[in-house]
């Protein structure tokens, strides 16, 4: 499990941060003190921005932090992003389903509430989410209201920068409304399996069980 | 005893200048029920709000270590009036009643007697 985590970590060297992204999150915090941290990711897991709270000390068992670029290590002293980014993914599969097996549309939001608190997931656009973490006293109308409107404003971020002209003259450009293919030098390396894309995930059919 | 429905629209019907109202559940900040309102007055963003509005006043009545509850609150805008009525039936724990009047039209004195009678006939 860790060393998937790892594996993921390493390959986030590809992932380059979404500009205005990381500045939505943060404003977000400030705005509402109450919610506790904020991630976006792709649906298919991958981080693009986080504000989980204040930073912790690196850890000292991660070797594999040593003598990476500085933009991913930024990310990598929270450790906490990335398993939250591949569950949110996860989460969000089975809330796909839910949705389609049901009819309700396309999915909108997801809400965990537990017994301290809240794990709440809001679509931003149709390749990213943006999940807020909430504590019990949370004002949930509120976390809806922020999440929403943020959430929103992601979307459209992506999707300008999505229209910009890819960076990077070596890898493919990437097909026009891919999911989580919001520029060509976020594409993971080639031998990894990719799950498709969510539209298509979402037009196939529940299998019976 | 009536339900939230037909309190809420019995507010907007009889209190004068009501531009919209709200049930809401301070626990959650979410509205069980809204009437009125529209696209330049969102109700729920109301109720999110008022809810901090809520809670602040009960917190610092408890550090005040005031053994009491809060029968409604007024809030006054230069053209509006904003009430909040808290529930006071077992049933209506941690909810409260929000409208919102236009001040020229209104009678605060009539809207809060109003409101009154509503809430004490409100069954959720």
Same mark, same amino acid.
């Given at each position: +499990?860790i060393? =998937?985590?790892r594996q =993921?970590? &390493?390959?986030?060297?590809?992932?380059?941060?979404?500009?205005g992204v990381?500045?939505?999150?943060?404003g977000l /915090?400030?705005?509402a003190?109450?919610?506790?941290?904020?991630?976006?990711?792709?649906?298919d897991?991958?981080? /693009?921005?986080e504000?989980?709270?204040?930073?912790?000390?690196?850890?000292?068992g991660?070797?594999?932090?040593?003598g990476?670029?500085a933009q991913a290590a930024q990310?990598a002293?929270?450790?906490d992003?990335?398993p939250?980014?591949?569950l949110?993914?996860a989460?969000? #599969?089975?809330?796909?389903?839910m949705?389609?097996?049901?009819?309700r549309?396309?999915f909108r939001? $997801? /809400?965990i509430?537990?017994?301290?608190g809240y794990?709440?997931?809001?679509?931003?656009?149709?390749?990213?989410?943006?999940?807020l973490?909430?504590?019990d006293?949370?004002n949930v #109308?509120?976390?809806? $209201?922020e999440?929403?409107?943020?959430?929103?404003? *992601?979307?459209?971020?992506?999707?300008a920068?999505?229209?910009?002209?890819?960076p !990077? !003259?070596t890898s493919p450009p990437?097909?026009a409304g891919?999911?989580?293919e919001?520029?060509g030098a976020?594409t993971?390396?080639?031998?990894?399996p990719?799950?498709?894309?969510l539209?298509r995930?979402?037009?196939?059919? !529940?299998?019976p +069980? | 005893m009536?339900n939230?429905e037909?309190s /809420?629209?019995?507010? +907007?019907?009889s209190?004068?200048?009501?531009?919209?109202?709200?049930?809401?559940d301070?626990?959650s900040g +979410?509205?069980l029920?809204t009437? #009125?309102g529209g696209k330049n007055?969102?109700? &729920?963003?109301?109720?999110?709000?008022?809810t901090d509005v809520?809670?602040a006043k009960?917190r610092?009545?408890e550090?005040?270590g005031?053994?009491? &509850?809060?029968?409604d609150?007024?809030i006054?805008?230069?053209?509006?009036y904003? $009430? *909040?009525?808290?529930l %006071?039936?077992?049933?209506?724990?941690?909810l409260?009643?929000? *409208?919102?009047?236009d001040?020229?039209k209104s009678n605060?004195?009539m809207a809060r007697?109003?409101? %009154?009678r509503?809430?004490?006939?409100?069954?959720?």
């Amino acid at each position: +499990m860790i060393s =998937r985590f790892r594996q =993921r970590a &390493e390959r986030r060297v590809l992932v380059v941060a979404e500009p205005g992204v990381s500045e939505e999150l943060h404003g977000l /915090l400030a705005r509402a003190p109450q919610i506790g941290g904020a991630l976006a990711a792709t649906v298919d897991g991958f981080v /693009l921005a986080e504000a989980l709270g204040p930073a912790r000390p690196a850890q000292t068992g991660r070797p594999a932090q040593t003598g990476r670029p500085a933009q991913a290590a930024q990310t990598a002293q929270r450790p906490d992003a990335e398993p939250l980014a591949a569950l949110t993914a996860a989460a969000l #599969g089975l809330a796909f389903r839910m949705n389609e097996a049901t009819g309700r549309g396309a999915f909108r939001e $997801l /809400l965990i509430h537990g017994e301290l608190g809240y794990v709440a997931t809001y679509a931003a656009g149709p390749s990213a989410v943006l999940t807020l973490l909430a504590d019990d006293r949370a004002n949930v #109308g509120r976390l809806h $209201l922020e999440g929403r409107r943020t959430a929103g404003r *992601i979307g459209e971020a992506l999707a300008a920068s999505r229209h910009s002209p890819p960076p !990077p !003259p070596t890898s493919p450009p990437a097909p026009a409304g891919g999911w989580g293919e919001a520029g060509g030098a976020r594409t993971p390396p080639e031998d990894e399996p990719r799950r498709p894309p969510l539209e298509r995930r979402r037009r196939n059919p !529940p299998s019976p +069980m | 005893m009536a339900n939230t429905e037909a309190s /809420l629209k019995e507010a +907007m019907g009889s209190i004068d200048g009501a531009i919209g109202v709200a049930l809401v559940d301070y626990t959650s900040g +979410m509205a069980l029920g809204t009437v #009125g309102g529209g696209k330049n007055f969102d109700l &729920e963003v109301a109720a999110a709000g008022n809810t901090d509005v809520v809670r602040a006043k009960l917190r610092t009545m408890e550090h005040l270590g005031l053994q009491d &509850e809060i029968e409604d609150i007024l809030i006054t805008l230069g053209t509006q009036y904003h $009430l *909040i009525r808290l529930l %006071r039936a077992k049933s209506g724990n941690g909810l409260f009643l929000y *409208i919102a009047l236009d001040a020229g039209k209104s009678n605060l004195a009539m809207a809060r007697h109003q409101l %009154r009678r509503i809430e004490a006939h409100l069954e959720v």
